[in-house]
């Protein structure tokens, strides 16, 4: 996934050193002493950095990295079309940067922090830290009656967690709004052009609900991802990142997710994650498998996935299941309307079930460096209420992510 127009950027940046470089040496050979021998010409046949390739013709975008732990990899030898690009929609490889393959490019004028070292304090909004325990797994839970309203007053006594059947000590429980590491995830391909303005507002909408200490991402798919504006709570520039609608091409709604949760993996500083994402149709352009991405999104303190899916008749069960399996296992939820006109609604649900929710924490009684998935549920019991249901993540791989810092 990258950010749009960065190769030009690059390119330019390049000139202006190239330029710079040339001058600074042109100086210095006008300044040598006539007696001061030349330094050596270089040998034939060594080797130069050659400058990047631009004979191709350009759309000005680059192409996709495959997301990060794909089992594909990127061929060496020429750059391929993805699914539905014609031949000139091919572009030359980009030039190589600093960043490790795979991952998403540090935005221009962002400072890289090096590796080891915590990353700066963002300044765009106030500080929000709590840092959970290392051994700690995170599990963020809504609880509901049994007429599906919402229940906000039970305190840590009421709950139990089991992994892989067996009860765990909690260790942390906290029921208090706390910001949250957000992507929004928006299907632009062709057939979304006349929702696309509604889909926009909902998805803002959802983060004016939301605590304006959030921090949230923007990922523009259709079959290509980009990542059009990267953590902010700046209204204004996630309203710039949202209206970058193209609406051409297939839908690769599995990579989306998969580079989106890589991307909030490394990059996201709050612990508490949410993906929101939003497509109309079922995903044919993906590297990734539907297994895949479950997998992805279901690794330790990964995020929750909500899902709205604008779904024709035609292509509704598969579409349908895909989105309720990623969204049931990661402790979110699935929403199917019959219309576009709903999806506002359903980003106010969406906001008002975040805003909600207890924050439950254990350590796990099983090693953490024994591999394989866990199975995790969470029963809830208090006076007063008959039965109470309690949605949070199904299970989780461990040991693939620590707790970050919240």
Not at 142 to 160: E, M, S
Not at 205 to 228: G, H, I, M, T
Not at 368 to 388: E, F
Request: hydrophobic share 30%.
């Amino acid at each position: 996934m990258h950010l749009r127009n960065s190769r030009v950027l690059i390119l330019l940046l390049s000139f202006v050193f190239i330029s710079i470089g040339t001058g600074a040496q042109s100086q210095s050979s006008s300044s040598t002493p006539t007696n001061t021998p030349a330094p050596p010409s270089v040998p034939a046949g060594s080797s130069t950095t050659p400058a990047p390739q631009t004979g191709q013709p350009s759309t000005g975008t680059q192409p996709v990295d495959p997301p990060s732990g794909s089992t594909q990899q990127a061929p060496q030898q020429a750059p391929q079309s993805m699914p539905g690009q014609t031949p000139s929609d091919r572009q030359a490889p980009p030039p190589q940067t600093s960043n490790p393959p795979g991952q998403i490019q540090t935005p221009p004028g962002q400072v890289q922090t090096p590796p080891g070292q915590e990353p700066p304090p963002n300044t765009d909004e106030g500080g929000f830290v709590f840092k959970a325990e290392v051994q700690e797994v995170m599990l963020h839970a809504t609880v509901v009656d049994d007429k599906q309203r919402l229940i906000t007053n039970l305190d840590k006594g009421a709950f139990t967690v089991y992994e892989d059947g067996k009860p765990q000590a909690i260790t942390s429980f906290r029921h208090e709004d706390v910001p949250v590491a957000m992507g929004i995830v928006i299907d632009n391909s062709g057939s979304m052009r006349e929702k696309r303005d509604k889909v926009n507002k909902a998805a803002l909408n959802l983060v004016k609900a939301s605590n304006p200490q959030d921090q949230v991402f923007v990922v523009n798919f259709s079959d290509e991802y980009y990542l059009d504006q990267d953590f902010t709570g700046n209204i204004n520039k996630l309203k710039e990142a949202l209206e970058k609608v193209e609406t051409r091409g297939g839908t690769a709604l599995y990579d989306a997710v998969v580079a989106s949760a890589d991307h909030m993996k490394r990059n996201a500083k709050l612990q508490k994650k949410v993906l929101f994402v939003v497509t109309d149709g079922e995903d044919n352009a993906s590297r990734e498998t539907l297994e895949q991405a479950v997998r992805r999104v279901s690794e330790e303190n990964g995020p929750t996935v909500y899902a709205i899916g604008l779904l024709g008749e035609e292509k509704q069960r598969r579409a349908k299941r895909a989105l309720q399996v990623i969204a049931e296992k990661t402790g979110g939820m699935a929403f199917l309307p019959r219309t576009v006109d709903e999806v506002d609604e359903i980003s106010s649900a969406v906001a008002h079930d975040i805003r909600n929710q207890y924050t439950i924490g254990y350590k796990p009684t099983t090693p953490r460096n024994v591999p394989g998935y866990r199975t995790i549920h969470v029963d809830a019991k208090a006076k007063g209420y008959n039965k109470l249901t309690v949605r949070t993540r199904s299970g989780y791989y461990a040991g693939q992510e620590r707790a970050a810092s919240q």
